[in-house]
């Protein structure tokens, strides 16, 4: 039954992509007078609308609106008088289309380069020899321990503020550069609350639990205990991974009515930062073994957040 299930849904997907979808645009615009975009305009506002402008766009047979989700920033005021040429719009007659298409490419086109920079950032390997990689190490353990003097830059103190070794460069492998960044951003940006998570990371305050001020209660805290910068950096990855999974669109689409950038991508970070701290002591794991298990669910959780086209986090 599966099988015969999928081959209906393959069937559907290429007449209604190649004859049903065509012939209904073309009725729609007789009764109504508008194209599709037009109507998506009229009918959405919000991340929906961005989302169906650029679900149409890509599914064009023309090439001029099928090509409009690759332009660059610099691009979009040209490409959307092309689209208006191409689907004969007169903007005496939609004076509101030209502002609507702008702001959805802006979006769209700003989508795209963001995760260009993300991933540039990601790219970079922290680098011991760079003085600006450097600075920023030393400048995250000053946010954070700002009454403990860093006594070599290769110390058991680095352990901490979360880290695994004696250097924190070997931590960095997987994220490069951007996970120290984000470790920077929230330290600097909040500082109080990430003095607050260090510390209940470090040492979990007693009574917090329902059990009281036992003994055990007093394991059971040491046990849900974490490495601050370690699950940063894990959190670093979660934000990208959704960021390139393209299921941060909704998000932003609704958080940003222009362009969205490297600033708003950091601010999202730093709701995982806060928004796992909470979860992680509210779902009391019985031990830092569990990390993987716990951090998957919260990434679950977040990824179904994510899906509500009206999200707003």
Not at 269 to 294: G, H, Q, R, T
Request: net charge positive; proline share 3%; hydrophobic share 35%.
């Amino acid at each position: 039954i599966p099988m015969f299930e999928n081959m209906f849904i393959s069937l559907w997907e290429f007449f209604y992509g190649n004859f049903f979808r065509y012939w209904m645009k073309w009725i729609l615009r007789q009764m109504t007078g508008k194209c599709e975009l037009q109507r998506i305009f009229d009918t959405y506002v919000g991340a929906q609308r961005t989302h169906r402008i650029e679900n149409s766009l890509t599914s064009s047979k023309n090439k001029v609106l099928r090509e409009a989700t690759h332009v660059t920033q610099s691009e979009v005021d040209k490409c959307v008088e092309d689209i208006m040429k191409e689907k004969n719009i007169n903007p005496e007659k939609d004076a509101s289309f030209k502002i609507c298409m702008k702001a959805c490419l802006l979006q769209i086109s700003g989508y795209k380069q963001l995760y260009a920079d993300v991933e540039n950032e990601r790219k970079k390997p922290y680098d011991s020899d760079n003085l600006q990689h450097e600075k920023l190490l030393l400048k995250l353990w000053s946010l954070l321990m700002p009454k403990n003097k860093l006594k070599a830059r290769i110390s058991k103190q680095w352990a901490d503020i979360g880290f695994q070794g004696d250097d924190p460069k070997t931590d960095f492998r997987g994220m490069g550069i951007l996970g120290l960044i984000h470790l920077v951003y929230f330290s600097e940006n909040y500082t109080a609350v990430a003095h607050q998570i260090l510390s209940r990371s470090n040492h979990p305050k007693l009574g917090n639990t329902k059990v009281g001020y036992s003994f055990e209660n007093c394991e059971v805290k040491y046990k849900m205990r974490y490495s601050y910068a370690i699950v940063g950096i894990n959190l670093t990855e979660m934000a990208y991974s959704l960021l390139k999974s393209e299921a941060l669109k909704f998000y932003l689409y609704n958080f940003v009515p222009g362009i969205p950038t490297m600033e708003h991508f950091h601010q999202f970070y730093c709701y995982l930062v806060y928004e796992f701290d909470k979860f992680w002591f509210e779902e009391e794991p019985e031990s830092i073994m569990y990390f993987n298990l716990y951090r998957e669910k919260f990434h679950e959780k977040i990824k179904r957040l994510l899906l509500d086209s009206n999200v707003a986090l």
